[in-house]
């Protein structure tokens, strides 16, 4: 293999009270203006007025992304402790009430939601990208094709939305959930190479389907800003060590496609990967998989052992990554914390309201928590 890909991570983040853990529906002016002074050029608005993005530099190690996204995690967290406000960076919040967000009313946003409507206001969620690159000359849709398979396991890595306008969902992953109700936001369509893609985009905006400048929302997409595959279908990770892992992962399954010789997934292929998909969001990692060998059933663990064989790690970046993602399968999701600190607090006699606080303050803690070895 050659030189590693560079990548970069985008984090998604909701601005809450710090005394009650609520979303802020209409944060002043001012805390928007914290919130970029901290962030400087990683600052970026998104759909609601309580949400906002960063976006790190382009990274070559992990060790780079843990230092820039440790140190703004935390600067950005002592800004707003302030002014009484703080970070949550689960993909769902336990007891938002969405219909009482503002949604952002810049020209872009104004045009989504004018377009999407409830699917749009109901998108009150937090997700994690990574983008990869990918050399010039490379065909991303077969990077993209060659790696579809394994994107369920990374899902069921990351899973932190069991919690949906104060009901427990059953889901690990609701904001997958949500996230179908908008067009070109599920798997990507079964495109062979570039050419078919280029050729798919063109009918759709013929149609009048897609702008000259839209954007497909696939859960893994070429970009059209960055010469990169993006990877969409994550949850976003309170803990950093856990979003780091995920990156690692995805980039690591991107440098083993490069120079593979494929064309789209068999139709066999693309069912099985629909099939895990729905048993990620459902169940995380306890669910139970279609395996690559024989098409057999198998664990969360197992999957990612016949990932580890398919793809050996050859870096301390991935084996520092596939060893994280095992205590992750291990111990548990940022959903399965989250269940845990809720079932804890009403086992100590808190109501709902309470309980749903703990949720809160624990997915807050883990954001803060220490991010180990660099």
Known sequence: MGRPCTFGIE?????????????????????????????????AEEMFRSQIELASPVFETLHQARAFLNEQRQ????????????????????????????????????????????????SLLNGLHVHVGVPPGLDRMQVINRVLYWLPLLLSLSTSSPYWSGQDTGYMSYRRVVCGEWPHMGLPEPLPDWSAYERYRALLQRSGTLAEDGDFWWAIRPSRRFPTVELR????????????????????????????????ASREMRWITQENYWRAMRHGRLATFIGVHEQQPVSAEVWLTQLQAQCPADTADAERSFLHARRILRDGSSADRQRQAYGLAREQGLDERLAKRSVVRQVMDDLLSATGPA
Not at 17 to 34: I, K, N
Not at 241 to 264: K, S
């Open 233 to 264: 279908i994550c949850d976003s990770c309170p803990r950093l060590e856990d979003a780091l892992a995920i990156a690692g992962l995805f980039r690591h399954l991107v440098e083993h496609a490069l120079g593979r010789h494929a064309g789209a």
């Open 75 to 122: 600067r950005l967290s002592q800004a707003l402790a302030a002014e009484g406000a703080g970070l949550y960076c689960a993909a769902s919040h336990p007891s938002a009430q969405w219909l009482r967000q503002h949604p952002r009313t810049t020209p872009h946003f104004r045009q989504l939601f004018d377009d999407y409507r409830l699917v749009a206001r109901r």
């Open 11 to 43: 984090e998604e983040y909701l601005l809450v009270a710090l005394d009650s853990g609520r979303v802020l529906s209409s944060p002043s002016a001012a805390l928007t203006r914290l919130c970029r002074k901290v962030l400087g050029a990683g600052f």
